[in-house]
Nanobody, 127 residues
Framework: QVQLVESGGGLVQTGGSLRLSCAAS????????MGWFRQAPGSEREFVGA????????HTTDSVKDRFTISRDSAKSTVYLQMNSLKPEDTAVYYCARDRVAFRVPLGTTPGAYEHWGQGTQVTVSS
């Protein structure tokens, strides 16, 4: 059974930084791409970024490009989302998710490409 647990959310001022972590259980973490999504109140779940199973490839959506960075540590079965230069519009619940398909290329960018989800962590950016 795969379990994902996010942490690191909180309240930060505009321009600040946060690093989200997503710890995964299970021995097959290293075989799957991992994604980050976010959902603001009244909005659909939105793709933020993803990292390939090997860590060699990452992809972030245009609205966070050059501000957010995704990385993974397979030894710790953990994926990270480093968020810099935060803006009020980044306020949302952030979720990590594991790909449905091992060794998938290219990276999935829709929620349907992922099958295991964490409980989410709230990020609030004050103006």
């Amino acid at each position: 059974q795969v379990q994902l647990v996010e942490s690191g959310g909180g309240l930060v001022q505009t321009g600040g930084s946060l690093r989200l972590s997503c710890a995964a259980s299970g021995r097959t973490f290293r075989n799957y791409a991992m994604g980050w999504f976010r959902q603001a109140p009244g909005s659909e779940r939105e793709f933020v970024g993803a990292i390939s199973w090997s860590g060699a490839t990452t992809h972030t959506t245009d609205s966070v490009k050059d501000r957010f960075t995704i990385s993974r540590d397979s030894a710790k079965s953990t994926v990270y989302l480093q968020m810099n230069s935060l803006k009020p519009e980044d306020t949302a619940v952030y979720y990590c998710a594991r790909d449905r398909v091992a060794f998938r290329v290219p990276l999935g960018t829709t929620p349907g490409a992922y099958e295991h989800w964490g409980q989410g962590t709230q990020v609030t950016v004050s103006s």
